[in-house]
């Protein structure tokens, strides 16, 4: 005769299976789900092999260092990623509700310049309906970001994504034009029309190669065929923008850093002719459990960007 108990206990160690397999899957390493789960590699290792002796399928595959998910496998994480995610959100959620929003905290991913530019005003909007929520903003580079993303370690992110991963989910919310940022004096400050080919014969001050923007305005000149040179490579915009102020070359940067003064101290002119523009949005990992207060910011979020948009179209800085 079967154990009363053996239904919950049966359950109970499926939990912890699901729970193994998702982190597995979900950091493509056994020993950095056992590290998150604050478990041995060899325990982890042991409830797979139970979960596929169970389940009659092979649910991983080993490429080099890291494994994937076979065709089983993902059929199952699609199945339990938002089951395993809802249970171990329980804790959260029950002190939220009991204690009400202004109890949590919220955590946000994003680089500098997103930090600099675009959350101030979505920052004080959300301070001043929760002002009991613990606001954490982590600078980040995008790489970065996305790896707190897929640990849990923030609740979301806020950025711009040229290539979106298929374990995350994007939602663009506002885009910017790239602009071509030059002296006054500087030759192409009034050059009608203004062509690709025009900014060949002079070195552009771009970010590094790593980052977004670089590689964005490397694609479009290979694409095109037009050659370019890179005269210096320094981070952050504020330091792009004083170093073409002071002559040392021209760059390419996202309107949403253009404000009145730049305009006063630098001639800018719209490339939107030839590279795409810039979309910046909230990022989530696809299945994440929202807690109230990151569902608070999101649903703020879009509308606040969508006025602020509005706001510099018609007239004012940064437009």
């Known amino acids: 005769m079967a154990n009363p108990g053996s239904r919950y206990y049966y359950k109970g160690s499926r939990l ?3 729970r193994a397999f998702c982190h597995t899957a979900r950091l493509g390493s056994v020993s950095r789900a056992a590290e998150a789960l604050f478990l041995s590699q060899p325990a982890v290792s042991l409830q797979l092999g139970a979960l596929e002796t169970e389940l009659g399928a092979r649910l991983f595959e080993r490429r080099g260092r890291r494994i994937n998910l076979t065709h089983e496998g993902q059929a199952l994480y699609e199945l339990a990623r938002p089951l395993v995610d809802g ?11 009991v204690r009400g929003l202004a109890a949590g905290e919220l955590n946000i991913a994003a680089g500098s310049s997103t930090i600099l530019y675009l959350l101030p005003p979505l920052v004080q909007a959300f301070r001043e309906s929760h002002p009991e929520v613990q606001l954490k903003l982590h600078n980040v580079t ?7 993303i897929r640990s849990d370690d923030v609740d979301l992110a806020v950025g711009s994504m040229l290539d979106v991963p298929n374990d995350l989910d994007y939602a663009p919310v506002q885009s910017f034009d790239p602009m071509l940022i030059a002296p006054p004096d500087h030759p192409l400050a009034r050059k009608t029309p203004l062509l690709l080919d025009d900014l060949s014969p ?8 790593r980052l977004t923007t670089y590689r964005l305005v490397d694609l479009v000149f290979q694409q095109r065929r037009v050659p370019y040179t890179v005269a210096l490579e320094v981070g952050g915009w504020e330091i792009i923008k004083q170093y073409v102020a002071m002559g040392l070359g021209i760059s390419i940067v996202t309107g949403i850093c253009i404000s009145e003064t730049d305009r006063e101290r630098l001639a800018i ?6 590279f795409p523009p810039r979309s910046y949005g909230v990022v989530i990992r696809k299945g994440k459990y929202l807690s109230p207060q990151a569902r608070a910011f999101v649903d703020l979020v879009k509308p606040a960007m969508f006025s602020r948009r509005d706001y510099f179209e018609a007239g004012h800085s940064e437009r």
Request: charged share 35%; proline share 6%; aromatic share 8%.
């Open 87 to 97: 249970v171990d959100a329980i804790d959260g959620e029950f002190r939220n509700r």
């Open 269 to 274: 002119r719209n490339l939107r002719d030839y």
């Open 202 to 209: 002079y070195g552009l001050i771009l970010p590094p190669k």
């Open 16 to 18: 912890k299976q699901l």
């Open 142 to 148: 995008g790489k970065d970001g996305l790896a707190m």
